[in-house]
């Protein structure tokens, strides 16, 4: 079993950057694939970056260059770095993790989330 708790988020301005951390429990956070996704009311959740277990990173094509994953697994902690911040990035942002070598974009492949943050960029 594993947890992941989110924070982070918060309110900022168009062109702003925040830092989004999601902390795991469980000895073995260091070979789930992480993921983070993004939310809007009435909308499917969207899938925003993912890194493997080996470091390897993948993002969508909305956030490509302004977004950044890592990930330490000292402290079993994967981060999403967020900078020129558009209001359309306003959603809120979960966490996720599942236990294959492979990499997903899509939330049903992953078996473990975290409660979401808010980010509320405004123009």
């Known amino acids: 079993q594993v947890q992941l708790v989110e924070s982070g988020g918060g309110l900022v301005q168009a062109g702003d950057s925040l830092r989004l951390s999601c902390v795991a429990s469980g000895r073995t956070f260091s070979s789930y694939g992480m993921g983070w996704f993004r939310q809007v009311p009435g909308k499917e959740r969207e899938f925003v970056a993912a890194i493997s277990a080996g470091g390897a990173t993948y993002y969508a094509d909305s956030v490509k260059g302004r977004f950044t994953i890592s990930r330490d697994s000292a402290k079993n902690t994967v981060y999403l770095q967020m900078n020129s911040l558009k209001p359309e990035d306003t959603a809120v942002y979960y966490c996720?993790?599942?236990?294959?070598?492979?990499?997903?974009?899509?939330?049903?492949?992953?078996?473990?989330w975290g409660q979401g943050t808010q980010v509320t960029v405004s123009s």
């Open positions: 996720a993790a599942q236990s294959s070598v492979f990499v997903y974009r899509t939330p049903a492949r992953y078996s473990y």
